[in-house]
């Protein structure tokens, strides 16, 4: 059965949302049981996927930072709710793995001497003026930093996606509590995956020179992730105490460790990008919204943090 959602009129910027609110969920999550090999004697697979602590705390604030300068651009009403509660939810997003660092650090695995590199490119290469002077304006450097936020969208579309429906890496009896923070995130990605997008066609300018700067997002995109994503495991697997130098990263592991279904895909990752190339594309037809809001009406983290709202309201 297809269970993707109807592709929207593309004379509309936001009708993937319009009739699904944005709105962020103050999610909490307990790590004192989670072992610092969640996938049980899966190292590799579970430092593939812990590289996601160590990129979205910086990064998913630097959404926010990037998004709250280009505000003031935004005319459609209904894309300003969505912008606002996208902001909400990638902050959340940011706070709750870098918690994930803290109980690492617990375990001794310390992640500072990698995610420093991390912060400068965010906050130093990607920040608010261009690197050593680049002569670019204000708005030309602002249009190509949404451009990368929505490239990067895609692919937490994707993977937000496949964690939702990684049934192998379930029956591999992960940790419940990090299965649900992935599952959670997943879900809001798929569930905001349309807003970066829309963000930038709404401010980005228009014609030919808006769709080649949302090539050039990509094309600066794909590579530096799979860049960070490599140099990130590689680092993981070579400071964990539990490994003591035993194994390394290497491609004969991930693709054994996708070969058993717990990391996605490298063809469905790279289907993304053609996909996000054509000129017709909108994220809106990427995953399930139905899905995804469905996880997070059944997600603990979720449900607690549901019920937690509904008692103050009551009091």
């Given at each position: 059965m297809d269970t993707t959602d109807p592709v929207p009129s593309p004379t509309s910027t936001t009708a993937s949302t319009a009739t699904h609110p944005i709105r962020p969920?103050?999610?909490?999550?307990?790590?004192?049981?989670?072992?610092?090999?969640?996938?049980?004697?899966?190292?590799?697979?579970?430092?593939?996927?812990?590289?996601?602590?160590?990129?979205?705390?910086?990064?998913?604030?630097?959404?926010?930072?990037?998004?709250?300068?280009?505000?003031?651009?935004?005319?459609?009403?209904?894309?300003?709710?969505?912008?606002?509660?996208?902001?909400?939810?990638?902050?959340?997003?940011?706070?709750?793995?870098?918690?994930?660092?803290?109980?690492?650090?617990?375990?001794?695995l310390d992640t500072r001497p990698y995610t420093k590199h991390v912060d400068w490119m965010f906050d130093v290469m990607l920040g608010e003026r261009p690197p050593g002077g680049l002569p670019v304006s204000a708005r030309e450097w602002l249009r190509f930093r949404l451009s990368l936020i929505a490239a990067i969208e895609q692919f937490?579309?994707?993977?937000?996606?496949?964690?939702?429906?990684?049934e192998e890496l379930e029956l591999a009896r992960p940790d419940e509590v990090m299965l649900d923070l992935l599952r959670w995130h997943g879900a809001e990605e798929v569930e905001h995956r349309a807003v970066a997008f829309d963000m930038y066609q709404h401010t980005g300018g228009s014609g030919l020179p808006r769709y080649v700067r949302r090539v050039e997002g990509m094309a600066f995109t794909a590579p530096m992730l799979l860049w960070l994503w490599a140099f990130g495991a590689a680092y993981l697997i070579r400071h964990d105490p539990q490994l003591r130098g035993r194994l390394r990263y290497?491609?004969?592991?991930?693709?054994?460790?996708?070969?058993?279904?717990?990391?996605?895909?490298?063809?469905?990752?790279?289907?993304?990008?053609?996909?996000?190339?054509?000129?017709?594309?909108?994220?809106?037809?990427?995953g399930s919204l139905r899905a995804a809001v469905e996880y997070l009406a059944s997600s603990p983290a979720a449900r607690a943090a549901a019920g937690a709202i509904g008692r103050t309201a009551a009091s």
């Open positions: 969920r103050r999610v909490s999550f307990d790590w004192q049981r989670t072992p610092l090999h969640w996938i049980p004697d899966e190292p590799t697979a579970t430092h593939v996927i812990n590289v996601l602590h160590l990129l979205l705390p910086a990064g998913e604030r630097w959404f926010v930072k990037v998004f709250k300068e280009a505000l003031p651009l935004v005319t459609d009403p209904e894309l300003l709710k969505d912008v606002k509660g996208f902001m909400g939810q990638e902050a959340t997003h940011s706070v709750q793995h870098s918690y994930v660092l803290d109980h690492l650090a617990e375990q001794g937490t579309a994707v993977l937000g996606d496949w964690v939702l429906r990684a290497t491609l004969r592991e991930h693709n054994r460790a996708v070969r058993k279904g717990l990391l996605p895909s490298w063809r469905e990752l790279g289907a993304a990008i053609p996909r996000y190339l054509r000129r017709s594309y909108h994220p809106s037809q990427e």
